[in-house]
């Protein structure tokens, strides 16, 4: 169990490891540094806790089952879901974004429902995302896998399958990283929305995950939250 310093904000240097994956932009590695919204959310709660631990950036499969496995372990920005909500303690909320089928432009694609997606030969998406769970819990038996988000894009551009199901706020940054233009996709269905937080493993003391979620709701109080979300959302 991670100890506390008496009297202290701090938790004994190197007791947490922070784990987030590359999902602009929200999180991903810029010049060497790991950046994006969700990340620089946690380097200013850090800040006012005194913590330095670093941000360390890994395939989302890998870096959930740490967080499972693991009694130290910072998820940064995970979506908050019913399967989940016993498997963590939450810091948040960071953000409400939403789910939505890509296609290739041109392909004349049309869905009206998620049970006409079930019909497509193949639907792209990263490994252990929520969407991954909630399409599965939806029946679905047409699900793609990738490592990352980014080569779930690519292998859509490629054609490789007819669908991709994304997270709306990751497909521009995807897109630039594909090298093509922002219409080389048509968004062809949206799901419904879902709620990123930050998770702690349930081995860690209420007092630590208490102390991030004052420091979260401090940066919204004074604005911080807000100057952040302009920064890397409102563009």
Known sequence: MLLLLIGSNVAVAGELRI????????AFTRDGQVTGFCVEVVKAIQLRLGDTTPIEVLPWSRAYQIGLAEPNIVLVCPKRTV??????KWVG???????????RAGSGIRIASLAEAKQFS???????????????GEGFSNLVLSETSLTA????LAG???????????VPDLLVRAKVEADAVEQ???VAPAISYLSFSRALPDELVQRWQAELLRLKADGSMAQLRRTWLEH
């Open 83 to 88: 399967e989940r909500e016993s498997l963590f």
């Open 19 to 26: 784990l987030t994956t590359e999902v602009p932009p929200l």
């Open 153 to 156: 894009m690519l292998m859509l």
């Open 93 to 103: 909320p960071l953000l409400e974004s939403r789910t939505s089928f890509y296609a």
């Open 160 to 170: 490789r399958q007819p669908l991709l199901a994304m997270d709306e706020l990751q």
């Open 122 to 136: 193949g639907i792209l998406l990263p490994r252990a995302f929520y969407t991954h769970t909630f399409l599965q």
């Open 188 to 190: 062809v269905y949206r």
